[in-house]
């Protein structure tokens, strides 16, 4: 073998600076020798062209340095958004991501969970479709755990960020009476309430002092599916005059629906969403809705997970974040005689 397809080895690096390939091994990972031994170590890899063995590497040191992101919905924006950043997040902490969806699927949930737990992922955080499933707690045996916009009973997360939904809900119903709408619907995308997305609880409990007559709906993600849902609603004999969706991708739907019925936002209906997307400031009129402060989401949930990673074991964190309004033109009183919608078909282009 030439000189030009040598591969250099851990030997190479001993026989150039002298020292044993078990020192050289310690010093390329940062253990057990000074700083001075460190820095010749790495000097010499870099002038030989030394590259680890990334399976050599993890079978050394227990880790992959891959960090799993499982979504609940890639077809939400704001999860989208989220994996994004999440993503740039990791890389800069020297974590290679990887994103995987299970398109708001319990069963599909559950097998991508152990399908990246069996690659040995670092760590895996989660966005959970079921945040009550039973295979968290053996998710959290097996690999760091985090949790984003709800914690998980039973399991013991090393972090759970979460939102401030009580406020954010409460405050969006709020809103709605204020304008003097009576008859509100919340869309949602989760089919069940879970203990940080009690929506269905928090409409019981401030919806009967705000005047209003306020129902919970699930509702899916994705533009077509959610305006088919929205278009059931609005054509019954006494039709919502307000939406308030739990995620912007929902609100445009509602956009969509009214389109098609003829009726207009606001003037017609009233729309709220929850996540800011910038998307909605494009619509006409622009999307009332909350900003959630994504960076310092990113922040928590990736030093969360590495300072589990390469601690091992530390305390439990739990980070709570607060949504800001972002009210614009997409909310109006309701007019004083709602007539019965007539199909006029999708707009054209």
Known sequence: ????????????????????????SYALRG?????????????????????ADPIARALASGRTETVGVLCGSLADGWQQQVAAALGRGLLGAGRNPVTVDAGN???????LAKRMVDQRVDALIVLPVDPNAPHWAETADRTVLVAVGDGLPGAPAAAEVVFDNA?????GLRLLAAAGHTRVTLLTPTHRATPDRPAEQIVQQVAPDLGLTAVVRSCPHDLDGAAA????????????????????????GVYLAARELGLAVPQDVSVVGYDDLP????????????????????????????????KKAVR???????PEPMPRGSVAPPRAAVHAPRETGRPGP
């Open 1 to 24: 073998m030439t000189q030009g397809r040598h591969r250099p080895t851990l030997r190479d690096i001993a026989d150039a600076t002298g020292l044993s390939p078990a020192a050289v």
């Open 31 to 51: 253990l057990q020798v000074t700083e001075e031994t460190q820095a010749r170590v790495r000097e010499a890899a870099q002038r030989l062209g030394y590259q």
């Open 105 to 111: 699927d319990p069963a599909r949930e559950i097998t």
């Open 167 to 171: 406020t954010g809900v409460s405050h």
């Open 229 to 252: 849902v929205v278009r059931d609603l609005l054509k019954t004999p006494d039709p919502p005059t307000a939406f308030f969706c739990l995620a912007d991708s929902i609100a445009f």
């Open 279 to 310: 998307a909605g400031r494009l619509l006409t009129p622009p999307l009332s809705s909350y900003h959630w402060p994504v960076e310092s989401l990113v922040e928590a949930v990736v030093s969360h997970a590495v300072e589990a990673i390469d």
């Open 316 to 322: 439990p964190r739990r980070t709570v974040l607060t």
